[in-house]
């Protein structure tokens, strides 16, 4: 585990020196230190160094990791992969954030899992920015309808919205998708005025997503390295 810090602080010397050259603010953009298939003791590792966000894509492997690391209270976790409908209460019960929201069917289930005692769930809506059949999300222009839905649900704060961008070398159709996912949360936030946040951006096109208003970025492989997948679920 001796190269997680300085991975960490690799990360973190980017995304200043991004905030520099896109002439924003210090510490406007949240990393998302993306721990799936790694185990507890590499996020406590990352935890004692300061870093709090963690982003984790498997309902039971994260289930299990936030009792492994009890001892870490103050970590924020965000749910930033598909939740099937059985798994709902755990992200309900447990989760700060969730990135990938997509139906009006999942938030009222959400909705209503919530245990009163806790703030309200924050919750990005998923767009398919791409447009690829594969990935999920909703398309841009059922945005509206979606975004009234949450809206009008308790325990659920509309905070923004996610996307994950074309696996491509190309800037300019990199630029075109995060410039989109930016006006669609200028539109988002005539819907929802708290809506401050926009999660894109991952190893390999941080810079760029900075650039054009990310407020997080999902960073995995660039802090903990190459990722072995098991078969998890």
Same mark, same amino acid.
């Given at each position: 585990m001796s190269h997680l810090?300085?991975?960490? +602080?690799?990360?973190q010397a980017q995304i200043a020196q991004a905030e520099a050259q896109a002439h924003r603010p210090a510490h406007s953009v949240q990393l998302i230190a993306v721990s799936k298939t790694f185990p507890a003791d590499n996020i406590r590792t990352l935890y004692q160094h300061g870093q709090r966000h963690f982003g984790e894509n498997y309902i039971q492997e994260w289930h299990d990791?936030?009792?492994?690391?009890?001892?870490c209270p103050h970590i924020i976790w965000h749910i930033i992969g598909n939740v099937q409908s059985n798994k709902s209460r755990l992200v309900a019960e447990h989760a700060h954030w969730l990135h990938t929201?997509?139906?009006?069917?999942?938030?009222?289930? !959400?909705?209503? +899992?919530?245990?009163?005692? !806790?703030?309200?769930?924050?919750?990005?809506?998923?767009?398919n920015i791409?447009?690829?059949?594969?990935?999920?999300?909703?398309?841009?222009?059922?945005?509206?309808?979606?975004?009234q839905a949450i809206s009008a649900l308790p325990r659920l704060n509309l905070r923004g919205l996610m996307c994950v961008a074309s696996n491509t070398p190309n800037p300019a159709e990199?630029?075109?998708?995060? /410039?989109?996912?930016?006006?669609?949360?200028?539109?988002? +936030?005539?819907?929802?005025p708290q809506a401050?946040?926009?999660?894109? /951006?991952?190893? /390999?096109?941080?810079? !760029?997503?900075?650039?054009?208003g990310a407020t997080m970025v999902r960073i995995g492989s660039a802090i903990f390295g190459k990722r072995d997948y098991p078969n998890a679920a």
């Open positions: 810090i300085p991975n960490l +602080q690799a990360v990791k936030t009792h492994q690391l009890a001892d929201l997509d139906s009006e069917k999942l938030a009222r289930r !959400l909705s209503n +899992q919530r245990p009163t005692q !806790l703030p309200d769930l924050q919750v990005l809506i998923e767009i791409s447009g690829d059949p594969a990935k999920h999300g909703i398309a841009p222009e059922e945005l509206p309808a979606l975004a990199l630029r075109q998708q995060f /410039g989109q996912m930016r006006q669609l949360l200028a539109q988002l +936030q005539t819907i929802a401050d946040t926009l999660s894109m /951006g991952m190893s /390999g096109d941080m810079v !760029l997503a900075i650039e054009c």
